[in-house]
């Protein structure tokens, strides 16, 4: 119990903070479009929980076979996230929250959100050219 409190990494926080992120905006954008669905709810929490349970094996394996990939990533990135071990998890664990965040804009922007003009443009064309569900901000599930 007491090593769980000590659990110190920053990767596993923030892929933890944007699956909740993306559950709200998601549970809120269903909510604004009447549109929900207990199979799509379902699928998406397995989908998270599956992503959490992965992350938590590989850490697991990262700490039992101790493989440091730190020298696969530039130094500004190290000093930004405070970063001083970079393993299996690590990887998977910034893939997984790209596409939460993938998941999180496409949710913002078809919540409506305010989102200054500039921003939402680049978003809604990264997300047309990324997804089939944007297109101009118009086009729902």
């Known amino acids: 119990m007491i090593g769980l409190l000590k659990f110190n990494n920053i990767i596993f926080y923030l892929l933890v903070i944007s699956i909740l992120l993306d559950v709200f905006l998601g549970s809120i954008r ?28 590989l850490i697991v394996v990262d700490s039992i076979l101790n493989i440091d990939l730190l020298f696969f990533v530039p130094d500004e990135i190290l000093g930004f996230f405070g970063i ?16 939460e965040s993938s998941s ?3 949710n913002m922007v078809l919540c409506g959100l305010p989102i200054p003009s500039k921003i939402k443009i680049i978003i809604e064309r990264f997300l047309s050219d990324m997804t089939s569900e944007v297109d101009g901000g118009e086009k729902g599930e």
Not at 42 to 47: E, K, V, Y
Not at 84 to 99: A, D, H, R
Request: glycine letters at 12%; one cysteine or more.
């Open 30 to 57: 269903a909510i604004k479009e009447r549109t929900w669905n207990s199979t799509v709810g379902i699928n998406g929490i397995l989908r998270k929980c599956a992503m959490i349970g992965s992350g938590v094996f």
């Open 84 to 99: 001083s071990f970079v393993g299996i998890f690590e990887l998977f664990g910034i893939m997984f929250i790209l596409y």
């Open 104 to 106: 999180i804009l496409k």
